[in-house]
């Protein structure tokens, strides 16, 4: 009897001891991403479900073309919506995932100014600027969430792509920028061979373009009246604790009647991982269910998607899973500070959730030793 009770507690211990190391790893995976983005695809997730990718060098991801994102042709750009579009059905991709019978409440969306897309032409630009002032008086802010190096080659989008579009991995944000201007600049008054991309991040379709014309993007958006906010944030990763308390830092200085767009290059996963902190922050007391469910339902992607069985080459799929993850933490986060009133950033409530977790875990190491 007594033997059967001591086996019950020490299965009951083990469980919990592999709960407690799964959230560890995670919070020990953040400090990896933090000092960066050099790491490549080395990314260490919850302990024994991933297998982390092969460590690749900052330079293996060094751009070796100039990739069109953008044609400079007119009406909006890609993956265009606002909090006041109307939900769509769920994709069938999503479809394990997302409940298609659950109505996210719009409690606080329609009024929530904001909007997402994917990168804009010049044209494009000035649609979707004369699309956003049908919709508010107030300023609008350009939200460039591209670490990338971009630009406008006689009002064409471009960016000077590398495996991933990781070809500013590493780069402090004063460094892209010095890149991006530089290679903006060098372009112009030259002969330059553009491309689509192609599978496998191969460059396809080339043709020379004569650049007469470079711009910046805060050029083109300060050229039309409109505030620009650069948070150079990594392709396809979670941003850093940094990135996001520089984007809380920013939302605090907003006036009331601001406008947010937000974009990246396709629109999706960086947009929308912005659009759904920004709505967790605007209206904490929504279910967090409510909040991803109609952020992906207005047109985003669904933030925390997740990869349970990974296939041979998936090479995004610890990063998804680490998506996953950290957007339920952020909207924990925000809850907090409504509870407590408090202002801590971001990145120090990481840190003493990860101490605590660590306390937890040696205590349940502790009385397991005792057993």
């Known amino acids: 009897m007594h033997k059967n009770k001591l086996l019950q507690s020490k299965g009951k211990i083990m ?3 592999k709960k ?13 991403v933090v000092q960066g983005q050099g790491n490549g695809d080395s990314i260490a997730l919850s302990q024994n479900v991933r297998t982390p990718l092969p460590a690749l060098a900052p330079a293996a991801y060094r751009g070796h073309f100039w990739r069109v994102d953008a044609e400079n042709n007119g009406g909006l750009p890609r993956n265009f919506r606002t909090c006041q579009s109307p939900f769509h059905k769920v994709e069938h991709k999503y479809a394990s995932e997302v409940d298609s019978s659950y109505v996210p409440s719009r409690k606080g969306l329609d009024d929530l100014r904001i909007s997402g897309s994917g990168q804009f032409s010049a044209r494009q630009f000035d649609a979707l600027v004369q699309a956003l002032r049908k919709k508010t008086k107030g300023p609008i802010y350009d939200v460039d969430l591209r670490q990338e190096s971009h ?5 064409t989008a471009v960016s000077w792509y590398g495996r991933h579009d990781w070809g500013n991995i590493g780069k402090s944000p004063t460094a892209v920028l010095a890149d991006e201007q530089q290679r903006l600049q060098a372009a112009l008054g030259t002969d330059v061979l553009v491309y689509d991309q192609g599978k496998g991040d191969l460059p396809v379709h080339p ?16 050229s039309k009246g409109i505030h620009y906010v650069r948070l150079a944030n990594t392709d396809h990763l979670w941003p850093t604790p940094g990135e996001i308390d520089a984007f809380l830092a920013f939302v605090r200085t907003l006036p009331d009647d601001a406008w947010l767009h937000f974009h990246c290059e396709a629109g999706a996963g960086r947009t929308t991982a912005y659009m759904v902190m920004y709505d967790m922050i605007k209206n904490p007391g929504l279910p967090y269910k409510d ?9 985003g992607n669904y933030t925390p998607h997740d990869v349970i069985h990974l296939k041979q080459g998936d090479w995004k799929g610890p990063y998804y ?3 996953h993850e950290m957007v339920s933490l952020f909207y924990q986060y925000v809850q907090d500070q409504v509870r407590q009133g408090g202002s ?3 990145s120090q409530w990481l840190k003493n959730k990860r101490m605590r977790v660590n306390n937890s875990l040696n205590k349940t190491a502790m009385k ?4």
Do not use: P
């Not at 004569?210 to 910046?216: G, H, L, M, S, W």
């Not at 909040?291 to 047109?299: A, K, L, N, P, S």
């Open 20 to 32: 407690i190391a799964v959230i560890l790893a995670v919070f020990s995976a953040m400090g990896m």
């Open 368 to 371: 397991d030793n005792e057993l």
């Open 207 to 222: 043709r020379a373009m004569a650049v007469r014309r470079v711009q910046t993007e805060r050029e083109l958006a300060e």
């Open 344 to 346: 801590q950033s971001w």
């Open 321 to 323: 899973h680490e998506k």
């Open 15 to 17: 469980i919990r001891c």
């Open 291 to 299: 909040i991803v469910y109609r952020q992906y339902e207005i047109g």
């Open 151 to 155: 630009g406008f080659f006689n009002g």
